[in-house]
């Protein structure tokens, strides 16, 4: 019978890792937290002092081993978080990272994020559906779920499988043709993920890093809603080709989404355009038209920034109802009207990625 892993016998494992001249091991040192256990998937963080960052992919590896050495273990991830030692000088979202030591990630030919102002737009359902849409155009495509505290891709795919690990990296899940990947295929759904910044910041990188991401075309990133800490990591560490806004038309979603769209522009990321989400909605039994949320507001809000209006898709029952069923409508229904529409907006985001030269952030002090 195999043995159950325990929160116990991962630090017990633990306690043999120690960085070189330390008196104590990370467990006893305080530099491990966020344990979690799932199904044989092991994930933790490990707090480091900044000053000791060259030694710090060795001290990961030799801590991953140590782990993955417990009967029943599947795999072991441990995310490195910066945050033992406060920096006396913080870095602004224009610093300029060292391309040196510190090369922009690029695990596709594209990169794009998916962004909101506020949630409960539908972002993720939209990144999902444009994500499957640029599929169709007979690309290889990856979507990256970067919402570490509330992680959507497991239910709007429909999938809990957890990922395999090989050669030190997790191997993204192939879900309706697309290589995915979320802290909540690693996570039980209703655990909360209680993580300080710093740790949200790693593992994000990490997910862009040590994924086993596959000659991918694009791969789209659904970010987490607002302008904070992930959004920011995503900026100044992914060579990103560009960004993809969405709003709902009512001026006070708009007002966020226009905060969005301005970090973006302040750390030289290209503006793909706007989506204006739930635009409209048709109503089944009479079939007349209702502007429950307004409309054409993203469409004047795309024209005064003066970037691309790359469409409108309707507040519609298939959408939801495909979404909670984790069967994406341009997946289950591609000659639906709304699916049509999402290809649409595919269609633009790649003749804009086409028409530009598809380079990282230049993020300059000032």
């Known amino acids: 019978m195999q043995s159950e892993i325990t929160s116990e016998k991962v630090r017990s494992a633990l306690r043999q890792v120690k960085f070189p001249h330390s008196k104590d ?10 344990i979690v256990i799932k199904d044989g998937h092991i994930g933790f963080s490990i707090e480091i002092d900044p ?59 594209h990169v794009i994020a998916v962004a909101s102002g506020k949630g409960g737009v539908g972002k993720s359902t939209t990144a999902i559906n444009i994500a499957l849409a640029v599929k169709q155009m007979g690309l290889l495509v ?40 979320s802290i909540g295929f690693l ?25 086993l991401w596959t ?33 709902t038309p009512q001026d006070l979603a708009l007002i966020d989404a226009r905060k969005g769209l301005n970090m973006f522009r302040k750390v030289d990321v290209p503006i793909l355009g706007i989506i204006e989400n739930m635009s409209y909605f048709i109503c089944p039994d009479c079939g007349s038209r209702h502007d429950v949320f307004s409309t054409g507001g993203a469409e004047k809000e795309a024209a005064k920034l003066d970037v691309a209006f790359l469409g409108g898709i309707p507040l519609d029952m298939a959408i939801r109802q495909t979404s909670d069923a984790g069967e994406p409508i341009v997946a289950t229904q591609p000659e639906n009207p709304h699916s049509k529409a999402y290809s649409s907006i595919a269609q633009k985001i790649s003749d804009s990625l086409e028409s530009q030269k598809a380079e990282g952030p230049a993020i300059i002090i000032e």
Do not use: F
Not at 26 to 32: E, N, S
Not at 101 to 106: A, E, I, S, V, Y
């Open 25 to 34: 091991n990370i467990v006893d040192d305080g530099d491990v937290s966020g």
């Open 51 to 109: 000053a000791l960052a060259n030694q710090s992919d060795e001290l990961r590896r030799k801590a991953e081993d140590m782990v993955s050495s417990l009967s029943g273990v599947l795999s072991a991830t441990a995310i490195l978080t910066a945050h033992k030692t406060a920096s006396t000088s913080q870095p602004t979202p224009r610093s300029k990272p060292d391309s040196h030591r510190n090369p922009p990630l690029k695990p596709a030919k």
């Open 142 to 181: 990856g979507i990256l779920d970067a919402d570490i505290y509330g992680p959507s891709l497991p239910r709007l795919l429909g999938t809990s499988r957890k990922p395999e690990y090989y050669d030190k990296k997790l191997v993204p899940l192939d879900v309706w043709g697309l290589q995915t990947m």
């Open 187 to 211: 996570v039980e759904p209703e655990s909360p993920t209680i993580w300080r910044g710093p740790m949200v910041m790693s593992a994000i990188e990490q997910m862009l890093r040590d994924v």
């Open 215 to 247: 000659d991918l075309d694009v791969l789209v990133i659904d970010l987490p809603p607002g302008t904070g800490d992930a959004q920011l990591t995503l900026c100044q560490r992914a060579s990103l080709s560009g960004a993809v806004i969405v709003s």
